[in-house]
């Protein structure tokens, strides 16, 4: 409910009075509240599929059904040949849409989408009284402790129930041997038994469904990716091919998806920001086995409720772990990161170990101070593995670079970040870009932007013709930071390399040995304190670890994870990729103007885009938070209020250890973004004072060292 301020889909909780006003054939002992969604509604499928279709032919679109598409072949100029029993249609691009044929077309080029098929059940009951003396149609209701939803059908009920992962049923049969020729509107054999629990929630909730006949169970086939949500946009590694798959809820999302598709088709960026959607966000590790897992897993947790933070188990580990899983999993808590484990935080005697979810802190909180502390005031190591990493090289690698980010390209040894844009201006990806020889750069993303990064990259060198050649090295290299007053310290025992801040400056990259293991080396931190981060490959991780380890033992070295990491750039004021900036939001509002060159001379994308918003002037800007909380802090997506209305959006939050209040990024207008200005931000349902304050709240370490070597006291 915290986002339902500012978002513009309505909702609201309503008091039982007003539930049974809506719905009077609740069993209210039962009822404690509602949460009321004025425009949830339902539809016949067929018809809206009949009324789609009128209108695409009435602006020239050509329907051919039913047609079996039996081939697939991409051309070199990047067209389509589709073949069909009726000839061969020549097409610029391919949207996949086939539903539970979606793998199978995905399959004549040579994808594997992560997708099955999962038996639903829903109830339809003969006429009841009490339905048919109603004056207006019910309203759908969703019981999440019965797990079902329940709405009118005609004078009748229907309901539908998701059973749990141990009762659910897949058709995994369709998954090895492919859909059986012919299947169009058949259904399953029904299994009232299954969804028996259901049926008595339901009757216990709705009495009236006591006496009720039950006149038709449809038993069909509904689609879930791993995650449940669907995949939707160009996919990576394949030319003008795009997907509109795994839609487990089906008809519901057919007129918005429509339109979000043919605007990034015809404008080439997404109107809007859907990472969540993104195939992109799958890989080769997710096998036909973990897509089995997280199906079940996700179809019998459609009604539990979501907490911050909240990891789900199923299918767990891939075949994504890094160099150091085996040896840390034991120690901490895991978190799944694009496929990979990455420690969350760490163990030591004394602590409630394990998945402890809740809306408040919990026992992660305090081994997640521990770990601040000791990068703050001795020296930390954290597995950065799920970094996306790509190197490029090439005739027109510096000339790619120049147009594809709004940075300038950084000069051999140098490493700076960067951002690619889309041509509306708005914030595509952020990378970390190092050029370790001339021409020769790598590239670094976040774990979960690997593939959605790649493929703009790929698209871009394949329209501009850009002689260079891109190689994704995510799987085969692993990533160690160490960071902390005493980073320097330890690392030099491991090398004859000069360390020394006049000999390896802030962002600067070299290749050199660690305890006899290459490695590149980049001088860069996202805790914002004395760090390297050190790419090697996978096979090395554990002896690289070892090694920093035992050498950092007289400065009582330690591990660290990604919830400290996290509160580490939040108080440093950096901001994070997916939560301050995205294609919703445009580099300047984002406080990015550092990192954006419009001066340079290369037409980068968006350039044009990004000078007109400059002159017309923002409308928003992001803003630094503190809030005076109690046990809970903000995570992100929470309303921002001012003078009893929603002005704003928070992105991402923490406690800050240092400061001992809670911290947050937020969006506000103009008017309502300067230093001293007092706000409110929704938490748990109650709105907690907040106050915009000058960033950073904590300098980072080069800019300590620079005040200091000028004589003036820095801020901690």
Known sequence: MTRAGWHPTEQYLITPEKVQELFPLLNMDKVLAGLYNPGDGHIDPYSLTMALAAGARKYGAQLNYPVQVTNLNSRSDGTWEVETPLGIIQAKRIVNTAGFWAREVGKMIGLQHPLIPVHHQYVVTSTIPEVKALKTELPVIRDLEGSYYLRQERDGLLFGPYESEEKMKLQESWVTNGVPPGFGKELFESDLDRIMEHIEAAMEMVPVLRKADIVNTIAGPITYSPDILPMVGPHQGVRNYWVAIGFGYGIIHAGGMGKYLSDWILEGEPPFDLIEVDPNRYGKWTTTEYTAAKARESYGFNNIVGYPKEERFAGRPTQRTSGLYDLLKSKCSMGFHAGWEQPHWFYKPGDETGYKPSFRRTNWFDPVGREYKQVMEKVGVIDLSPFGKFKVKGTDSVKLLDHLFANVVPKVGSTNISHMLTPRGKVYAELTVSQLYPGEFMLITGSGSELHDLRWIEEKITRGGYKVEIENMTDEMGVLSVAGPYARQVLQKLTNEDLSDASFKFLQCRHLKLSNIDVTAIRISYTGELGWELYHRKENSVALYNAIMEAGQKEGIDDFGTYALNTLRLEKGFRAWGAEMNCDTNPLEAGLEYFVKLNKAAEFTGKQALKQIKEKGLKRRLVY?????????????????HNGKVIGNTTSGCFS?????????????????????????????KNYPATIIQEPLMLTEPTRMRLQRKGESPKI
Request: proline share 4%.
């Open 657 to 685: 250890y240092g400061a001992q209040q809670s911290l947050a990024f937020a969006y506000v207008p103009m008017e309502l973004s300067k230093v001293g200005q007092k706000l409110e931000v929704e938490l748990l349902g």
């Open 625 to 641: 938070l503190t809030l005076e909380t109690d046990n809970v802090d903000p995570e992100g997506n929470e309303s921002v209020w």
